[in-house]
């Protein structure tokens, strides 16, 4: 859970920038990959944002300028930029400065998150946030250890003051054979619920990224074969009989 330490607070480790992305939040958007994630979920689409030291150094001033680039189609599909990762907390000082660089512009701003940060990283992130998509993979903790090798009480702490704002949408990787069964995805949507969230979006598990995989050397970690979205449907039912706004995919 160490921060990438920032050479100043406006280098920024970058893995990607990916422009007209649908399915990252609102509309059109851009979508900034932050190098560097503490978590190693072994169905990680983006394997190669984990290491903390990969990647290329960028200026939020040269981040914004790739951003700006597409400001007409943000307007008209009620877009903007979304900083992602990976985990974007892990370069918290970095953050900050995109977000509220990209504020200045007037763009809206969304930030995908694991959750498992320093609690004082998000609530600087806050103010310039309009939404977070923030994971909520398993609820029990010790499952969570095993299979991501993460801290679910640090994420269940951040979800829990974090939600207190508003501003958050949670992000469900429905992942077979780990967290697909009614009761685990019936718990979810409670703790959701509980937290005053209103909507959650169900993200079906993929193996789209095993090619990666073989390209960094490394081992695909979840033999399970990919889901649908139809798959995903009656867990989807669940969410909307329990109260909430339920959305299939990002
Ligand atoms: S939290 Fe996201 S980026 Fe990090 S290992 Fe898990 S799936 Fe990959």
């Known amino acids: 859970m160490n921060n990438i330490p920032s050479p100043d607070s406006t280098s920024v480790r970058v893995s990607s920038i990916q422009r007209f992305s649908i399915h990252d939040g609102p509309g059109i958007r851009t979508t900034v990959f932050l190098q560097g994630c503490p978590l190693r979920c072994p169905w990680c689409a983006n394997p190669e944002t984990q290491d903390p030291l ?41 953050l ?4 509220k660089a990209s504020k200045a512009s007037g763009f809206h701003t969304a930030v995908e998150t694991s959750g498992e940060t320093a609690g004082e990283n998000l609530l600087r992130a806050e103010p310039f946030t309009d939404i977070f998509l923030f994971d909520i993979k398993h609820c029990d903790a010790k499952i969570f250890r095993k299979v991501c090798s993460g801290s679910l009480d640090t994420i269940l702490r951040n979800l829990e003051a974090l939600s207190k704002s ?15 069964d009614a009761d685990t995805v019936r718990g979810i ?19 789209l990224a095993k090619d990666k995989y073989a390209r960094l050397g490394r081992t695909w970690g979840w033999e399970q074969s990919g889901i649908s979205k139809e798959d995903v449907e009656p ?16």
């Open 54 to 94: 990969s990647g290329k150094m960028m200026s939020v001033s040269q981040i914004l300028s790739v951003v700006e680039r597409d400001a007409d189609y943000y307007r008209h599909s009620g877009g903007g930029v979304t900083f992602s990762g990976g985990e974007p907390l892990m370069q918290p000082d970095a």
């Open 235 to 250: 867990f989807a039912c669940l969410g909307r009989e329990a109260g909430l706004r339920i959305r299939i995919g990002g």
């Open 189 to 207: 949507f409670a703790l959701a619920l509980s937290l005053g969230i209103k909507e959650a979006h169900l993200l079906p598990y993929h193996t």
């Open 96 to 99: 900050e400065a995109l977000l």
């Open 166 to 180: 508003g501003k958050v949408i949670a992000r469900i990787p429905c992942i077979p054979a780990f967290n697909m």
